[in-house]
């Protein structure tokens, strides 16, 4: 039965429908997803745990090291044993990480919930994150941008269904619980069985993924794709470049510097969402937005997230990837500066500054696939994808330190105001600024960087790969 998920069991058949394959990508992205919904029930483990923000913000940290480990080392395993069966152990281990982190609770000892949802769960986010994005690639090689947007952001709207289902799931676990109150926390056992539920369903969902998945034919192209026509746009490359040359390149560092600035100026506002608009609106320890209401805004948040992801990752393919950064990241500090300078004046400013921030943080992660693909060619892109993503990891744990640790020096949950979180948001235009530099220094990769010409740029994978691992 395990044969099934041989990457050779996966080719497409004549007359296939590369339509077919962003559903079964969707399928893995909505799962994992989720992570960007830990706001929603971050209190509840505070008080469940008795413990400080920071030392929970660790378990979101822990997730999103693991996804840039997991993808950096994984990355050439998945290319060569295709994406059905990287889906699957993805599936597995973000399944255990859930039932893992659910045991912690229950037994509250919080190490078992860093081992769980952090550890296991974050190698699950990391294999299943790079899993279809090689594979929409070269199904979509006239447009890149939009292949790789359509994956993608499901991984940012998979708060938009995780952030109301996990309200109405401790809700029915803990009748005492009240969405609408402020201070009210989920019990112990409501988070166990709600991490329960989302493990045993979430893997159910992705197997749809799993069986659904196909890669094309090595001689397959789009019909009247020309791919003389590829290097037409500046820093767009027909060549091909190994993941082992890839890190040894500077357009790779730099590139390395752009996606680790835009993560960590994103990142930490969006593990703390939910808290966050309520403080903003704080006066005399009351907030005048609800706790139901901060956790649709959590839900407005990966809407716009997962729209940046297809809307500014398809606009890439017109403007090209350079200037969709300058545009990320150049018009992210105007709107930083906004957030903090005028952000409480009125809730509807700040939603909207908010969410068109996170729609370019949103768009950084879809473009950057094909911005790889136009710096290094396809390759062995999901690998290199996978080490790129070692940049998240880093800002998984500097953006929420940053953050966390500002609001910990300011005083406790329930008792912050708008200025408590006006040094994080500066110090996250300073971070922006070091991207937009670095994205002006990117250059074409070196021609001694290039793999040998071979007649077809996407033969099997698998020799592709044995051939790079042993030059």
Not at 214 to 227: E, N, T
Request: net charge positive.
């Amino acid at each position: 039965m395990l044969s099934a998920l041989d990457r050779r069991h996966t080719v497409a058949p004549p007359g296939y429908s590369r339509w077919l394959i962003p559903p079964a990508a969707l399928a893995i992205h909505l799962c994992i997803g989720q992570v960007y919904a830990t706001s929603v029930y971050k209190n509840s483990l505070i008080a469940h745990f008795d413990t400080g923000q920071t030392a929970i913000g660790v378990i979101f940290s822990i997730a999103i090291v693991m996804l840039g480990l997991s993808a950096a080392v994984a990355g050439t395993w998945v290319e060569a044993n295709g994406p059905r069966k990287a889906m699957f152990v993805s599936a597995c281990f973000w399944a255990a990480g859930f039932l893992v982190g659910a045991l912690g609770i229950a037994t509250r000892q919080l190490w078992l919930l860093y081992l769980g949802y952090g550890l296991l769960g974050g190698i699950g986010l990391g294999i299943g994150y790079i899993s279809p994005v090689s594979t929409l690639i070269k199904w979509f090689p006239d447009r890149p941008g939009l292949a790789t947007g359509l994956a993608i952001m499901g991984f940012g709207g998979g708060a938009m269904v995780a952030s109301p289902l996990s309200r109405q799931l401790l809700s029915y676990y803990d009748p005492a619980y009240d969405p609408s109150n402020a201070g009210s926390t989920a019990s112990g056992s409501a988070l166990v069985w709600l991490f329960v539920t989302l493990g045993i369903g979430y893997f159910l969902i992705m197997m749809f993924g799993v069986f659904n998945v196909r890669v094309p034919a090595p001689d397959w192209r789009p019909a009247g794709f020309d791919p003389a026509r590829v290097a037409a746009k500046p820093l767009v490359t027909t060549a091909n470049v190994s993941a082992a040359n890839a890190v040894k390149t500077r357009s790779f560092w730099l590139l390395w510097v752009v996606l680790f600035c835009n993560v960590t100026a994103g990142i930490g506002i969006l593990e703390q969402a939910s808290p966050m608009i309520q403080d903003f609106f704080r006066d005399g320890g009351t907030s005048a937005v609800s706790v139901a209401a901060a956790g649709g805004f959590v839900g407005l948040l990966s809407l716009f997230n997962m729209a940046g992801r297809f809307v500014w990752s398809s606009t890439s393919d017109v403007i090209g990837r350079r200037p969709i950064y300058m545009v990320y990241l150049g018009v992210g500090m105007v709107l930083y500066v906004l957030l903090a300078v005028l952000g409480h004046a009125a809730t509807g400013l700040f939603v909207l500054l908010a969410c068109v921030i996170l729609s370019f943080y949103g768009g950084g992660f879809s473009t950057v696939p094909a911005y790889l693909r136009d710096l290094f060619g396809t390759f062995q892109v999901g690998a290199i994808h996978g080490r790129l993503l070692t940049a998240w990891s880093a800002a998984g744990v500097a953006g929420p330190l940053i953050v966390n640790g500002f609001l910990d020096a300011q005083g406790k949950p329930g008792t912050l105001t708008a200025e408590a979180y006006r040094p994080a948001l500066f110090t996250m235009v300073g971070v922006l600024a070091v991207g937009f530099v670095a994205n002006l220094l990117i250059r074409p990769v070196p021609q001694r960087y290039h793999e040998p010409a071979v007649p077809d740029e996407d033969v099997n994978v698998e020799a592709t790969a044995e051939r790079s691992g042993t030059r």
